[in-house]
Nanobody, 123 residues
Framework: QVQLVESGGGLVQAGGSLRLSCAAS????????MGWFRQVPGKEREFVAS?????????YADSVKGRFTISRDNANNMVVYLQMSRLIPEDTAVYYC???????????????WGQGTQVTVSS
């Protein structure tokens, strides 16, 4: 059974940093691209960052480029990280990790999703 569990969210002041983690289990092999998305109430889920299966290629939304870094560790069970720096109040959202067979920014191609972790940035 495929499972994704996010952790690391919390409350941080503007300008601060957080690192989100997404622990994956139940996958056969590691040939999955992984992505982070975020959502605020009343808005559509927004792409944040993605990384291909071996960690060589990553893609970022313009709004987080230069501030966020996605990485992954495929040893043992797969873990995907989102290092968030220079946080701003507009980064406040529930952050979700998800997996896909193709490296894409489009949410509809992601097959499995975690339950989300809340990130709140105070001004």
């Amino acid at each position: 059974q495929v499972q994704l569990v996010e952790s690391g969210g919390g409350l941080v002041q503007a300008g601060g940093s957080l690192r989100l983690s997404c622990a994956a289990s139940g996958y056969k092999g590691s040939s999955y691209a992984m992505g982070w998305f975020r959502q605020v109430p009343g808005k559509e889920r927004e792409f944040v960052a993605s990384i291909n299966w071996n960690g060589i290629t990553s893609t970022y939304a313009d709004s987080v480029k230069g501030r966020f870094t996605i990485s992954r560790d495929n040893a043992n069970n797969m873990v995907v990280y989102l290092q968030m720096s220079r946080l701003i109040p507009e980064d406040t959202a529930v952050y979700y990790c998800a997996s896909t067979r193709r490296h894409t920014t489009a949410a509809e191609y992601y097959d499995f999703w975690g339950q989300g972790t809340q990130v709140t940035v105070s001004s």
